[in-house]
């Protein structure tokens, strides 16, 4: 199967920057996408971010000129890179790895534990 490091998160003031990383590792051929999604109290769980194994990204509106999103395929690591982080931020950040095809022909979908992301004074 396939398994998550993520790190990190944490508190940071408004204006600040945290780097998130994700390193998925287990019997894994290929990723074709991987990515972050968000999850603040009382709100469903939304698109941050992803990235394609071809490099191309995407990036929700809320987070476009603040959040850069990169990876290593040789790795099979994700990076956040989160600036002017603001209060509305704060949220569980989720490790998305997407058409994971698995050495035994496996294709699916996996996600990670989460890490807080705080954003405050």
């Not at 929700?60 to 989160?82: C, E, H, W």
């Not at 022909?105 to 405050?120: E, H, I, K, L, N």
């Amino acid at each position: 199967q396939v398994q998550f490091v993520e790190s990190g998160g944490g508190l940071v003031q408004p204006g600040g920057s945290l780097t998130l990383s994700c390193a998925a590792s287990g019997t894994i051929f290929s990723i074709y996408t991987m990515g972050w999604s968000r999850q603040a109290p009382g709100k469903q769980r939304e698109l941050v971010a992803r990235i394609t194994s071809g490099g191309i990204t995407q990036h929700a509106d809320p987070v476009k000129g603040r959040f850069t999103i990169s990876r290593d395929n040789a790795k099979n690591t994700v990076y956040l890179q989160m600036n002017s982080l603001k209060p509305d931020d704060t949220a569980v950040y989720y490790c998305n790895a997407g058409s994971v095809r698995l050495w035994d022909g496996t294709v699916a979908d996996y996600w990670g534990q989460g890490t807080q992301v705080t954003v405050s004074s």
